[in-house]
């Protein structure tokens, strides 16, 4: 019975708390799930590394809001995204588009990994022939 | 092959000194604007203290600044002294930022007004134009209306004389 109550108590007080945020009504639920997608690509502009999704600034109340006018008024999302790189730069796509600058980007940590992968290999075929050259010697 | 190897992780270690020594003095927090070598945004908002509607045509038609400020803001508390000192060399335009009325008003006439004028945007739409992350930030535009540096955070002497002062010289 006391646990009955202690778990009504606790839905009632996380929906109250789910009501003091932000309620958008959408038309469709892909039209939330966009919502959602977008919120988790575009980048709070005031934070070193959040998405306007999961951040509590001000800003992006703002820009989640704006992202809410706009697919309201049927906007697409590639559409979104480039109001929002015209006012806040590239900085706010978590997925910036590949070209000229983003090139290290994309291609850097890839770039890495096959280099010390060749480094590796260098080193291990090295070590062998010194090995081999040292049993031919005995 | 085996100097190589030898002197490879020094040569990579000097790479990351390197690296790690520039963002030292790298600010995480500054990011380049989005808005320079545009023009300011159109916009109709009201002079929050005559009431008579502004627009972008109505700028100074002379290089000034544009205050992003809001009576919640404490660091627009802090330049606001140094902006004033400005405000005698040059046109300081305010865009008072997400602020209601009254608080404005009274931040004003408690700190005093040294603005050309004051665009009250109280839903900030100006200021998502522009790209305000936050207040105060401050755009140096020219003559012509077009926007040249973007400074976030505090106006200070060090920030005139290292970014405002030799931007200001190029395009007078």
């Not at chain 1, 590239?90 to 060749?118: E, H, N």
């Not at chain 2, 004051?118 to 020219?142: K, M």
Request: hydrophobic letters at 45%; proline letters at 6%.
């Amino acid at each position: 019975m006391i646990k009955t109550i202690l778990v009504a108590f606790a839905l009632a007080a996380s929906m109250s708390v789910h009501a003091a945020i932000e309620t958008y009504q959408f038309d469709s639920p892909e039209q939330e799930a966009r919502f959602r997608q977008l919120g988790y690509e575009l980048r709070c502009p005031k934070c070193q590394n959040q998405a306007i999704g999961d951040s509590d600034a001000e800003i992006s109340g703002d820009l989640r809001a704006e992202v809410y006018r706009m697919l309201k008024e049927g906007a697409t999302d590639a559409e979104i995204k480039d109001f929002m790189v015209a006012r806040y730069g590239r900085y706010v796509l978590y997925s910036p588009p590949l070209d000229k600058q983003t090139l290290i980007l994309w291609f850097g940590p890839a770039g890495l990994l096959v280099l010390g992968g060749i480094l590796v290999v260098l080193r291990i075929r090295q070590s062998k022939k010194a090995l081999e050259e040292g049993e031919s010697q005995a | 092959m085996n100097r190589l190897m030898v002197w490879l992780p020094l040569g990579v270690f000097a790479i990351l000194v390197g690296f790690f020594f520039k963002g030292l003095t790298l600010d995480p927090r500054e990011q380049p604007s989005a808005l320079i070598g545009q023009p300011v945004p159109a916009f109709e908002l009201t002079d929050l203290n005559t009431g008579q509607l502004l627009s972008r045509e109505m700028l100074p038609k002379e290089p000034f600044l544009l205050n992003v400020w809001a009576s919640w803001c404490i660091t627009c508390q802090v330049e606001h002294p140094y902006l004033t000192k400005l405000s005698e060399q040059m046109p300081v335009v305010g865009l008072n930022y997400k602020d209601t009325e009254t608080a404005a008003k009274n931040w004003l006439q408690k700190l005093g007004d040294p603005y050309a004028m004051q665009i009250f945007d109280p839903s900030g739409r100006l200021g998502l134009d522009l790209g305000v992350a936050g207040a105060p930030e401050t755009f140096l535009v020219d003559s012509s209306g077009v926007i040249h540096l973007r400074i976030q955070g505090e106006v200070n002497d060090r920030v005139f004389t290292q970014k405002i002062q030799p931007m200001l010289e190029m395009i007078q």
